[in-house]
Nanobody, 117 residues
Framework: QVQLVESGGGLVQAGGSLRLSCAASGRTFSSYAMGWFRQAPGKEREFVAA????????DYADSVKGRFTISRDNSKNTVYLQGDSVKPEDTGVYYC??????????WGKGTLVTVSS
């Protein structure tokens, strides 16, 4: 089992920045990949970014590429999502997830980000 707790959501003005954190517990953090997804009102959950277990490989959705940065600190069991030049369409509930080598995937409960225009 992996427990994930997101934090850092809130109200951000368009053009500003956000920084989300996700603290993990329950398994060896450095053994699994982590990711961020988001769900806007009335829409399906969508992929935002992912980082490999070591932090050396990252991947981004086209919609956030060049604006968002995912990183992790394995000494703190935490993954981060830094978003710059945010837009109203970045509004949504942001979820972090853990992808284990066993194929199991775990989710946090999410943190709401609202970008005002």
């Amino acid at each position: 089992q992996v427990q994930l707790v997101e934090s850092g959501g809130g109200l951000v003005q368009a053009g500003g920045s956000l920084r989300l954190s996700c603290a993990a517990s329950g398994r060896t953090f450095s053994s699994y990949a982590m990711g961020w997804f988001r769900q806007a009102p009335g829409k399906e959950r969508e992929f935002v970014a992912a980082v490999s277990n070591s932090g050396g490989i990252t991947d981004y959705a086209d919609s956030v590429k060049g604006r968002f940065t995912i990183s992790r600190d394995n000494s703190k069991n935490t993954v981060y999502l830094q978003g710059d030049s945010v837009k109203p369409e970045d509004t949504g509930v942001y979820y972090c997830n853990a992808d284990l080598a066993t194929g199991s995937r775990y989710w946090g409960k999410g943190t709401l980000v609202t970008v005002s225009s």
